[in-house]
RNA sequence: GGCCCCAUCGUCUAGUGGUUUAGGACACCGCCCUUUCACGGCGGCGACCCGGGUUCGAAUCCCGGUGGGGUCACCA
């Protein structure tokens, strides 16, 4: 066996990895993957690394691999060895690189051993021979399976060929046993011999195919457990005669169950396209907004059910139509305005738990990455696919923000999060940032909520709600703008105008008129903000400002006084 | 269709043969608190897919059925 990838860590040693394809932003599912396997690895004093999947040439991008990196350090998934990026990753065992495209030296030296064993050989159809072989087996009701047309090839011709550069693919030997994968979450798996062909190892642009690099790589780089969705259970037993084969050993399988929509679909980023074009068919939008898509582009995407823009390019057509899809990627949640510890959290629990009670006899269900850390095991993986639930979810995030979370805290991940999707309202708030926070806090269960909390505190020119004017101010003869109008001056006494403060002071006046404290806030709410709902009376006015609240009651009054007495 | 996996309230799940009138959470519905909204408190609704076994006893073990899902690429 050759050194390049001869073994370089102890087996006791706990390695875990996750290895992305860099063709888009991380997807829930993925996040979720990532999650365990830092956890498990973390828990066992272990090593969690990344690798980047990238041999498919042409769906891979750079700007995907960034994007993948941003998403997990976001997460607060952090890996130990990988691509470097903002203190993570490096590689102290000098196993890289965690580029797979970088490595092609290090397959083909495994490859030339299965070469010359006889365990792999070249084929030489073409992908349209392939197809064509693949639709009559198809259209005769049978199973395709490579049918060895190239073992016809005496070897000696074969091996010539390929020397000669002629295009081909090569092709591992499958087995003529049965193989047995056993998973620490499924059980044994039994894959009957037969049931494997003789699958593509090496592409014929000299890349290797997942399988094949996969198996090299995970080998290499002494990863010990193998954490991964189910939907990849039935590649399992091609990976595990792939190292029998090359007399690699078998790391411990963990094939976790599915993610799926409420639907029962699977979860996909199409699913973002597709909600959006529903939406836009729905509200008759028959071209492109100003600054979106050019209207062929527009057209086109619409007419193609399974077309995909660019993940930019869909946001600011959403944004346009005023339309929120469905939170699909890891970046979804975090625009949307999910904590990330709380979408862990929450994802962690999506086929696992820790199955401890709390003193009160309810579940442990809210929990730190710390205690993800200490409890997480491959015992508690549980079997069957779950559904995403994004109300349970946000009502995880809320209960985060309203019941656990400081005022002080909120105030600093809201900042954090305008800095990066809403700047203009960063702006617009100022050094009332705090102020609005603890205002808005008890009333957001997602961050991109909070602004429309206070936005009144934003603008003076509001319209009034027709039903709250009259139920509020001019009912029984007007009797709201009444108390608008003694209030006035009650207000301007207050000093400082602080919350606590302009509460008492309201509170006293309806004391000493001997009214409910609601005669008087609810007609100061329709002044303040045109309507019936705001946070607190106190912090709204706060909030507003001293002169400004009293030109709203000024206003209103000017605005209502002769429209039904008063 | 072949192969493979799975099956507890609408959803996520606890439950590993008796401690279970199957527990919790989200959602939903009431009531309470209350200056609106929200928070909070209390209560309610609501499940072991079906059929056979095994056993003194089965949500828990076995078999069959049904249902759901995954996968069948020179994508990963």
Redesign the pocket.
């Known amino acids: 066996m050759s050194d390049t990838y001869s073994q370089p860590t102890p087996a006791e040693h706990t390695i875990t990895r996750f290895?992305?394809?860099p063709?888009g932003h991380l997807h829930v599912g993925g996040a979720r993957t990532a999650l365990f396997c830092w956890a498990f690895a973390r828990g066992h004093e272990g090593t969690f690394l990344l690798r980047v999947?990238?041999?498919?040439q042409k769906?891979s991008s750079e700007a995907a691999v960034a994007g993948i990196l941003e998403d997990l350090k976001w997460l607060g998934v952090e890996w130990q060895e990988g691509p470097a990026y903002e203190g993570l990753g490096g590689d102290p065992r000098g196993v890289g690189p965690f580029f797979?495209a970088e490595r092609v030296d290090i397959y083909n030296a495994a490859l030339a051993e299965l070469l010359e064993s006889g365990r792999a050989y070249p084929a030489?159809?073409?992908?349209e021979?392939?197809?064509a072989k693949?639709k009559a087996a198809t259209d005769a009701?049978q199973?395709?399976?490579?049918d060895r047309a190239a073992l016809e090839i005496p070897e000696a011709e074969r091996i010539s060929r390929m020397m000669a550069g002629e295009?081909?693919?090569v092709r591992f030997k499958a087995p003529d046993h049965d193989v047995v994968v056993a998973d620490s979450v499924?059980?044994e798996?039994?894959?009957?011999a037969g049931?494997l062909d003789d699958?593509?190892i090496r592409?014929?642009?000299g890349?290797?195919?997942?399988?094949f690099?996969?198996v090299v790589d995970d080998e290499a780089m002494g990863v010990s457990h193998i954490l991964r969705g189910?939907?990849?259970?039935?590649?399992t037993p091609r990976h595990v005669a792939l190292q029998q084969a090359l007399g690699y050993r078998t790391p411990v399988y963990a094939?976790l169950?599915?993610i799926?929509n409420?639907d029962?679909?699977?979860m996909s980023k199409r699913d973002k396209d597709k909600a959006v074009r529903a939406y836009c068919k729905e509200q008759k939008v028959d071209a492109a907004p100003e600054g979106t898509l050019d209207d062929a582009g527009f057209k086109a995407w619409m007419e193609d059910k399974r077309a995909q823009l660019p993940t930019d390019d869909l946001m600011r057509l959403a944004t346009a139509i005023g339309f929120a899809p469905p939170e699909i990627d890891v970046e979804d949640f975090r625009r949307s305005g999910y904590l990330p510890h709380v979408l862990c959290n929450y994802l962690a629990?999506?086929?696992?738990?820790p199955?401890e009670?709390n003193e009160d006899?309810?579940?442990v269900?809210h929990f730190s990455m710390g205690y993800l850390v200490e409890k997480f095991g491959l015992?508690?993986i549980?079997?069957?696919?779950?559904?995403f639930?994004r109300?349970?979810l946000?009502?995880?995030n809320?209960?985060e923000i309203?019941?656990r979370m400081s005022d002080e805290r909120f105030a600093d991940a809201w900042r954090t999060w305008l800095e990066r999707y809403d700047r203009a309202t960063l702006e617009a708030l100022g050094d009332k940032l705090p102020m609005a926070a603890a205002a808005a806090r008890?009333?957001t269960r997602v961050m991109r909520e909070a602004a429309g909390v206070v936005a009144f505190a934003l603008r003076d020119d509001f319209g009034y709600d027709d039903k709250a004017v009259q139920k509020v101010l001019l009912k029984n003869d007007g009797e709201g703008l009444a108390v608008l109008r003694e209030l006035g001056p009650v207000l301007e006494g207050v000093e400082p105008f602080e919350a606590d403060a302009i509460?008492a002071a309201i509170?006293n006046w309806c004391e000493a008129k001997g009214l409910?404290?609601?005669k008087?806030?609810?007609p100061l709410?329709v002044a303040m903000t045109g309507g019936?709902?705001?946070?607190?009376?106190?912090q709204t006015l706060e909030l507003i400002g001293k002169q400004a609240s009293l030109d709203r009651v000024g206003r209103c009054l000017s605005q209502f006084a002769g429209v039904g007495g008063g």
Not at 382 to 387: E, I, R, T
């Open positions: 290895a992305p394809s063709t999947e990238d041999t498919d769906r797979q030489f159809e073409t992908a021979e392939l197809d693949r009701n199973t395709y399976r490579y295009p081909h693919v499924l059980g798996v039994r894959f009957a049931e699958f593509v592409k014929a642009d890349f290797p195919t997942y399988h690099a996969v189910q939907e990849h259970l039935q590649n094939h169950p599915l799926f409420p029962n679909s699977k629990l999506l086929g696992w738990n199955g009670k006899g309810t579940d269900e015992d508690r549980g079997k069957s696919a779950s559904k639930d109300e349970k946000m009502a995880f809320a209960n309203q019941n008890q009333r509460e509170k409910g404290m609601g008087a806030a609810q709410r019936t709902v705001s946070p607190g009376l106190g």
